[in-house]
């Protein structure tokens, strides 16, 4: 048995296909982890989601920015943007049922025998892993209880900092934009979310990539996430970085897991996005 985690799809039906050839994937022997934004900007989000819920457990998923996009969009919670690709999605006749599975994902995702998180972003630097789990596992019931009400709250920046919230609302904020939005944070631990750009440009060098904050409290297990396209294929002992930004002409890449001295598997985009 493989253990594979791969990278942000954003609806590239294709390139997964393509990937899993490469992989030689079966679901009856291995097992597949994705980061999160299976959906979106991509042609085929519908399959995506078609194809991925029909390995049943043989994948495991947590949400990204864009899949909780699209769960909000299906509550009624927010509209569809005019370079969004969900129309297909809204419209299947099993909609429900797949927006139905979409929403019973995690936020977070673990495996003790192999000492490895999964998550789509990052994480603050004043949690812990036990942190971390309780506050996943709280969006995670809002969603499921009362996802009107969780999405017609979600949206905002602000509080930016653990030690300042001061409601649930602001809680659940604050838990799910580190979950699926944050990149950097300043010298302060503050989240800077509006930042997208890569570590290696000027403008970011007065910023700290989120897993390289000073003093954080949740280093222990390897943290597996995707969400930054400019920062691509980033690994040493603490994290693995797998957006390699497929949707916008570079690579869906997986990583076998289970196999420390395991390289990268790659295949390249068959037709970007335009910006």
Same mark, same amino acid.
């Given at each position: 048995?493989?253990?594979?985690?791969?990278g942000d799809?954003?609806?590239?039906?294709?390139? @997964?296909?393509?990937?899993?050839? %490469? @992989?030689?994937?079966?679901?009856?022997r291995?097992?597949?982890?994705?980061?999160?934004?299976?959906? /979106? &900007?991509? *042609?085929?989000?519908?399959?995506?989601l &078609?194809?991925i !819920?029909?390995?049943g457990d043989?994948?495991?998923?947590t949400?990204?920015?864009?899949?909780?996009?699209l769960?909000?969009v299906?509550?009624g919670?927010?509209q569809?943007r005019?370079?969004? #690709?969900?129309?297909?999605?809204? $419209?299947?006749?099993?909609?429900?049922?797949?927006?139905e599975?979409?929403?019973s !994902?995690p936020?977070?995702?673990?495996d003790?025998?192999?000492n490895a998180c999964?998550?789509?972003?990052g @994480?603050?630097?004043?949690?812990?892993i036990?942190? $971390?789990?309780?506050c996943a596992?709280?969006f995670?019931?809002?969603?499921?209880?009362?996802p009107?009400?969780?999405?017609?709250q979600m949206?905002g920046? &602000?509080?930016?900092?653990w030690?300042?919230?001061?409601?649930?609302?602001?809680?659940?904020?604050?838990i799910?934009?580190?979950?699926?939005?944050l990149?950097?944070?300043?010298?302060?631990?503050?989240?800077m979310? !509006?930042?997208?750009?890569? *570590?290696?440009?000027a403008?970011?060098?007065s910023?700290i *990539?989120?897993?390289?904050?000073? %003093?954080?409290r949740?280093?222990? *297990?390897?943290?597996?996430?995707g969400?930054?396209s400019?920062l691509?294929?980033?690994? /040493?002992?603490d994290?693995?970085?797998?957006?390699t930004g497929?949707?916008?002409?570079? #690579?869906l890449t997986? @990583? !076998?897991l289970?196999?420390p001295?395991?390289?990268?598997v790659?295949?390249?985009? %068959?037709a970007p996005v335009e910006?």
């Amino acid at each position: 048995m493989a253990l594979y985690a791969i990278g942000d799809v954003q609806g590239c039906d294709r390139e @997964l296909g393509a990937l899993l050839t %490469a @992989l030689q994937f079966s679901a009856e022997r291995d097992r597949l982890w994705f980061v999160g934004d299976l959906v /979106n &900007r991509g *042609p085929d989000s519908l399959g995506v989601l &078609r194809r991925i !819920r029909a390995f049943g457990d043989a994948a495991t998923v947590t949400l990204g920015n864009h899949d909780l996009h699209l769960l909000a969009v299906a509550f009624g919670s927010a509209q569809v943007r005019s370079d969004d #690709t969900l129309n297909e999605i809204l $419209a299947a006749p099993d909609r429900d049922t797949l927006i139905e599975w979409l929403a019973s !994902r995690p936020l977070l995702h673990e495996d003790q025998a192999l000492n490895a998180c999964m998550l789509h972003a990052g @994480l603050a630097p004043q949690w812990d892993i036990a942190m $971390a789990r309780q506050c996943a596992r709280e969006f995670e019931s809002a969603l499921r209880c009362d996802p009107v009400r969780l999405f017609s709250q979600m949206y905002g920046d &602000r509080p930016d900092r653990w030690d300042e919230v001061r409601s649930s609302e602001e809680r659940l904020r604050f838990i799910v934009n580190c979950f699926t939005r944050l990149r950097y944070v300043d010298t302060d631990g503050r989240l800077m979310l !509006r930042v997208k750009g890569s *570590p290696h440009k000027a403008q970011t060098r007065s910023l700290i *990539p989120w897993f390289q904050a000073p %003093a954080a409290r949740w280093h222990g *297990p390897r943290i597996v996430f995707g969400h930054w396209s400019t920062l691509g294929f980033f690994n /040493n002992a603490d994290v693995t970085s797998l957006d390699t930004g497929c949707v916008w002409g570079g #690579t869906l890449t997986a @990583l !076998r897991l289970d196999d420390p001295d395991a390289q990268p598997v790659q295949v390249a985009c %068959a037709a970007p996005v335009e910006r």
